[in-house]
């Protein structure tokens, strides 16, 4: 039996309702969600988490939220979250999880869009946020306040009396339960609109399930696993990896509500597997290379001799090449004495599901990880493909590509370059204002995907640009931005680096200094200032970058070059404006905001 039917066969039937039924009643005393890793942090059985949904439902229902109806949820990372999107789902309703950095433009578009008739606002920040649409918002017919005392609007509905007495689950809950079906509506997805106005992303029970079950077959990791939940429960990722992931293997969540406590949570906790953007990566991989340097001179040299072991298996795996015996031997052997207590100090010594994606990341930054043990594995897909329709695995991967299609899926490249899907993590559709669902598949099931991209004789998948963004120079040269910005990010003084040359003569960048990183390059380069704006304008700075962009521009074909550059200080984030949530390049509003610095590359 084939990967691909083992994974179908096991998905058949199943709804997250029937699994998480499944975990409270085979599992009860197992650990669902804790709540932060503080000595007072709470956990919740999977026992309790099923009991609390049950309550809420019944609030929910009584409240008149019904079967296909949409549900906004404006709250941080936190159980209750887990609670309201979990009881919305046995009622049939779409919960829809908003990204907090919305404005509020883009929140009344995606309350008029959804038509959703309740929203569940965590605290007075969501509601000063949200308190400019509300009245314009025919279709709402609750808003449900988490915190208690939030606002004064006698309408709102307290969180804790909408879910009453928690009490075990009725038969009018287990009905519920039993009325999922597979292939009905399970969430929508909000796309973070890099290239035009969001779209409402539908999934089904059966392309979450399918994707978290894809993942266990492909890298199998321990019996109830842990994982760490930090991304925003809007992103596709982390809705998978944080809520439907862990139904399907009764894993064990730790809420990381603040990014900023990232790592002590990583150290606390030691997941089996965890996914980070390339940003992440990038800062994990610049402090450990910053204690590497700390090191005195004769634990380097020890430690030095095992990342070169460890490098040369990973090209080799890399290349399908086959590792000798006596070099895998000495690998795992200062892997385990030398390179795991490296892991341990970030909390990734358990680590066997190492994934990267969203964007491209640098190479330097995978040979980096893959030196200490730690070869974090690229996949690539959309919200419209439940997340990673292409995995990198231990066994088949390629530097600098994005693997194989998962088991079920299928990947062709059209006439024109483009990568489309096929399988059973594509999408329903798109949903309507009207709340219907309009398919985005042609006739024989295939998805555009707007990515452009090839696929070698293994199968395996590279990415060469968005089809939306490849830059068209006046000699009508169509050049990869990505490949450009992946080279340029590469220098540890690079937080955001922006080619640009559409309709130009020649190709040149905007590069924005790491916020973390350039003052600690500063002080190690005896540089007199660490301040941002200071070192935008420093020339040790410009020195270095100019260097930065000669080795870029070593390995890019010369109509790709950069011919000019401007530092600016930065930082750039998704509340700024220059980034989406998803921590993706804003390129209009960066040409719009930058046109007079990019102008000046021009003369």
Not at 114 to 140: F, I, N
Not at 449 to 455: K, L, Q, R, S
Not at 464 to 474: C, G, H, N, Q, V
Not at 536 to 558: F, S
Request: glycine fraction near 8%.
């Amino acid at each position: 039996m084939t990967t691909a039917e083992q994974v179908s066969r096991a998905v058949e039937g199943l709804t997250i309702p029937g699994l998480l039924r499944r975990n409270a009643r085979d599992f009860p005393d197992h650990p669902a969600l804790t709540s932060g890793i503080d000595a007072d942090a709470g956990t919740w059985s999977w026992s309790r988490l099923r009991t609390e949904v049950a309550a809420l439902t019944r609030g929910l229902a009584a409240l008149g939220l019904g079967r296909g109806d949409r549900m906004l949820i404006a709250m941080a990372k936190r159980p209750e979250h887990w609670v309201v999107d979990l009881a919305a789902i046995h009622i049939g309703a779409l919960p829809c999880t908003t990204y907090d950095t919305l404005s509020t433009e883009q929140i009344r578009f995606v309350a008029e869009h959804s038509e959703a008739s309740v929203l569940v606002l965590e605290g007075e920040e969501q509601l000063r946020r949200w308190r400019p649409v509300l009245a314009d918002l025919p279709h709402l017919r609750a808003v449900v306040t988490v915190d208690p005392g939030v606002g004064t609007d006698p309408s709102f509905v307290d969180y804790t009396d909408l879910r009453g007495e928690p009490g075990p689950p009725d038969a009018a809950f287990e009905r519920l339960a039993d009325q999922a079906d597979p292939d009905s509506p399970l969430t929508v997805v909000y796309t973070s609109g890099t290239t035009g106005e969001p779209k409402g992303v539908v999934l089904t029970h059966r392309n979450a399930i399918h994707e978290s079950l894809m993942q266990d077959h492909l890298v199998p990791v321990a019996e109830h696993p842990r994982s760490v939940a930090y991304l925003p429960l809007a992103h596709i990722a982390e809705r998978v990896l944080g809520i439907y992931m862990p139904i399907s293997n009764a894993g064990h969540v730790t809420i990381c509500e603040d990014q900023a406590q990232l790592l002590p949570t990583l150290a606390a906790v030691r997941p089996h597997g965890f996914f980070g953007v390339p940003r992440v990566w990038e800062k994990l991989s610049a402090g450990l290379s910053a204690k590497l340097a700390a090191l005195p001179a004769e634990q380097a040299a020890v430690i030095e001799h095992a990342r070169e072991i460890a490098l040369e298996v990973f090209r080799l795996r890399s290349a399908d090449q086959p590792v000798p015996d006596e070099l895998a031997a000495r690998h795992r052997a200062l892997d385990e004495q030398v390179l795991r207590p490296l892991r341990a100090a970030i909390g990734l010594d358990d680590c066997v599901r190492a994934f990267s994606g969203a964007a491209p990341i640098p190479t330097a930054v995978l040979e980096f990880l893959a030196g200490v043990g730690l070869p974090v594995y690229e996949v690539w897909g959309l919200s419209e493909t439940t997340g990673a329709a292409t995995v990198s695995t231990p066994e088949v991967f390629a530097l600098g590509a994005v693997g194989r299609p998962g088991p079920g899926v299928e990947v062709r490249v059209a006439d024109d370059g483009e990568l489309l899907v096929r399988g059973p993590v594509v999408f329903a559709g798109y949903l309507q204002r009207d709340g219907s669902i309009a398919a985005a598949t042609d006739a024989d099931g295939w998805l555009p995907t707007g990515d452009i991209g090839t696929v070698d004789e293994r199968g395996i998948v590279a990415i060469t640009d968005r089809k939306k963004e490849l830059i068209i120079t006046a000699g009508g040269k169509n050049i990869a931005p990505t490949k450009i910005e992946s080279l340029l990010r590469a220098h540890p003084l690079v937080g955001q680096a922006v080619a640009i040359g559409d309709q130009r003569r020649y190709v040149t960048a905007l590069l924005v200094l790491d916020e973390d990183a350039a003052p600690g390059w500063a002080k190690s380069h005896g540089v007199d200032t660490t301040d941002l704006d200071e070192l935008a304008e420093h020339p040790e700075v410009r020195a270095a970058l100019e260097e930065a962009v000669e080795q870029a521009n070593q390995q890019l074909a010369r109509v790709e070059q950069v011919k000019a550059f401007r530092v600016l200080a930065g930082p750039w984030t998704a509340e700024s404006g220059e980034l989406t949530p998803k921590l993706s390049l804003r390129r209009k509003v960066i040409a719009e905001r930058y046109a007079e610095t990019v102008e000046g590359m021009y003369p």
